[in-house]
C-alpha cells in the first residue's frame, strides 16, 4: 500500500490533506472531529491581535454559484478572521495539539503590519506548541480595508518585511498565504523567499461580487440592501490556483520554495494534480464546508488507490511530476495535430456539438446526413479545437485522436509531420530566429 505520510518543512502529518484556515478550523470541538475523521492536518481559523476580536455581519455571510444539479461549483464569503477571543483560541489549540501530536495544527495569524504586533502575538502562539504558523496576506475584504489581509499581500516589500519579522522572532516554521489578487504571483511569492520565508501556501479568496438580486438592485450576500465584495473559492477557483502553484514552482528563482496548494480542492484527483504541480500538500475549505469532514476519507483511499495503481511508493514519487510539461505557448508543438471523433454507438443525437462547432467558428460536424439527424466530424473543417467534447453531454462520446505522421492532414492538405516544430522557428513568426 502507498506511503502518504507527509513532511511539509519539517510538519509531519499522517497524509498531506490539511483543513484550511477558516470557519471548519475555528474552535476545538470542529478540529477534534476533523481529526476524528482523518484529516493529516490543520490551519486554524485566523487569529488577530489581543484585545476585543471582530465583529462579523449577522446576516447572510455566503453566497454560492450553482450548476443546474444545485452542485455548489463556487462559494463567496464577506466573513472577517476568528470572531472568538484570542485566548480561547490559544488554550484550545494548546489542548487539541498536545492530544493528536501526530497531526498538524498550524496557527494562521493576521496582525497589523508593524514590527511590535507581530511580536507580541508570536510568543504566546510559540506558548501552544502548535508546529508553524501560517501568514494570512489574503483576505480580499474587511482586514484589508483595515490595512491588512491582501493589503500587505499585494506589496511584496510588506511581505518580505513582515516574513523577515516573523524568522527574528520565532523559531517555529513560517508559511506566507498568498493572495490570488495580484497580476503576477511570482513576485509575492519571491518576497516571501527573500524574507525568509520557509514556505508560501496559496490561494487564498479571489475578489468578488457573486451576484446583484433584481429585485432589491443588492449585491449578494445583501445585508440590509447592502452588499459588499467577499471572497470567492471553491471547485471554480481551481485552474486559477493550479496556474498560480505552477507558475511558482517552475520559475528557477522560486522552484526550490514549499507549496502547500489550496483552491478549489474537492477529491484526491484535484489534490494530486496540486502535488504534481509542485505542492508539498494541500489544504481544503469549501469541499469541507459543503460535504462535512468525512470526505477526507475519499480522498485518502482515492490517493492510496491511484499511487498503487501507477507505482507511486510515496507522496515524493509524483510531486512535481508535471513540472516540467508546463510550457509557455511559444513552444508547443505546432506539428501536434488532432480531430474529433463521434463514436456513433454512444451519441444520443442531441446536437450540442453541431450547434457549438457550427457558431463558433468552424462548421466542422454535421446535423444531417443523407436526410437523417447524424452528427458527424468533417475532417477537412476540424481544427482539434476541442470544443465539442467540452459541450457533448454524453462522457467519452467524443474524443480527440491525433494524427498519424505521414498522413494527409484533409485541413491542409499537408502531411502530418513526426518533427517537433514551434512558433520560434514558424515562417509566420515575424522574429523568428533565422536558420543557420
Ligand atoms: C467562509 C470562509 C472563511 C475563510 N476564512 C479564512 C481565514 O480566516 N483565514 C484564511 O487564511 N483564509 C480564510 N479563508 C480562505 C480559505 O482558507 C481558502 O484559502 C480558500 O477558501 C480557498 O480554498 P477552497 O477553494 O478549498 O475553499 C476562508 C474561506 C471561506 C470560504
Ligand atoms: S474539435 Fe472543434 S473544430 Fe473539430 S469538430 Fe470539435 S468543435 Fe468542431
Ligand atoms: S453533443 Fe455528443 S451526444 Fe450530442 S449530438 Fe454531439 S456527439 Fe452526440
Known amino acids: 500500500m502507498a506511503d502518504i505520510r507527509n513532511n511539509f518543512v519539517g510538519i509531519k502529518s499522517p497524509n498531506p490533506f ?13 478540529v477534534r472531529r476533523a481529526f476524528e475523521a482523518g484529516w493529516g492536518g490543520v490551519v486554524w481559523k485566523t487569529l488577530g491581535e489581543e484585545g476585543p476580536p471582530v465583529v462579523n455581519v449577522n446576516g447572510p455571510r455566503y453566497g454560492a454559484i450553482l450548476g443546474s444539479d444545485r452542485r455548489l461549483l ?26 493528536y501530536k501526530d497531526r498538524a495544527v498550524i496557527a494562521s495569524i493576521m496582525v497589523p503590519c508593524e514590527e511590535a504586533a507581530w511580536k507580541a502575538i508570536l510568543p504566546l502562539v510559540e506558548e501552544t506548541e502548535v508546529d508553524g504558523i501560517e501568514l494570512n496576506f489574503g483576505c480580499p475584504h474587511g482586514m484589508s480595508e483595515r ?9 511584496p516589500e510588506y511581505i518580505e518585511m513582515v516574513a523577515r519579522w516573523c524568522k527574528a522572532n520565532t523559531n517555529m516554521p513560517v508559511i506566507v498565504k498568498l493572495t490570488p489578487n495580484i497580476t503576477d504571483i511570482r513576485y509575492p511569492a519571491k518576497a516571501a523567499k527573500d524574507g525568509g520565508a520557509d514556505a508560501v501556501s496559496l490561494i487564498n479568496t479571489i475578489n468578488s461580487i457573486i451576484s446583484v438580486n433584481l429585485d432589491t438592485f443588492s449585491p449578494e450576500p445583501s445585508i440590509d440592501g447592502k452588499g459588499s465584495h467577499g471572497g470567492y473559492c471553491g471547485a471554480a477557483v481551481k485552474p486559477i490556483a493550479l496556474n498560480m502553484v ?60 491511484w499511487m498503487d495503481e501507477s507505482g507511486h511508493g510515496t507522496l515524493e514519487d509524483f510531486r512535481g511530476k508535471a513540472v516540467g510539461n508546463v510550457s509557455d505557448w511559444q513552444y508547443l ?35 444531417m446526413v443523407d436526410g437523417e ?28 485522436e491525433p494524427m498519424d505522421a505521414g498522413t ?21 513568426n515575424p522574429s523568428k530566429v533565422a536558420a543557420e
Open 333 to 367: 508543438n505546432l506539428n501536434y495535430i488532432a480531430k474529433a471523433s463521434i463514436n456513433q454507438d454512444k451519441c444520443i443525437k442531441c446536437g450540442r456539438c453541431h450547434i457549438a462547432c457550427e457558431d463558433t467558428s468552424h462548421q466542422a460536424i454535421t446535423n
Open 74 to 99: 463556487g462559494l463567496n464569503n464577506i466573513e472577517l478572521i476568528t470572531d472568538r477571543d484570542l485566548h480561547v483560541n490559544l488554550r484550545e489549540m494548546k489542548v487539541v495539539k498536545r492530544d
Open 373 to 400: 439527424r447524424r452528427f458527424e466530424v468533417i475532417d477537412a473543417e476540424c481544427v482539434g479545437c476541442n470544443l465539442c467534447v467540452s459541450v457533448c453531454p454524453v462522457e467519452n462520446c467524443i474524443t480527440m
Open 147 to 155: 490595512g491588512m489581509g491582501a493589503a500587505v499581500g499585494q506589496v
Open 18 to 30: 490539511w483543513l484550511a484556515s477558516a470557519p471548519p478550523t475555528d474552535k476545538e470541538y470542529n
Open 246 to 305: 505552477a507558475e511558482i514552482a517552475r520559475d528557477p528563482e522560486t522552484a526550490n520554495l514549499p507549496i502547500s496548494g489550496i483552491g478549489g480542492i474537492e477529491t484526491w484527483r484535484d489534490a494530486a494534480e496540486f502535488m504534481a504541480l509542485g505542492a508539498g500538500n494541500v489544504q481544503v475549505c469549501t469541499a469541507a464546508m459543503t460535504y462535512g469532514f468525512k470526505i477526507v476519507e475519499e480522498m485518502i483511499t482515492g490517493l492510496k488507490n
Open 408 to 428: 494527409i492532414d484533409e485541413r491542409t492538405g499537408l502531411k502530418v509531420s513526426s518533427e517537433y516544430a514551434n512558433w520560434t522557428q514558424h515562417p509566420n
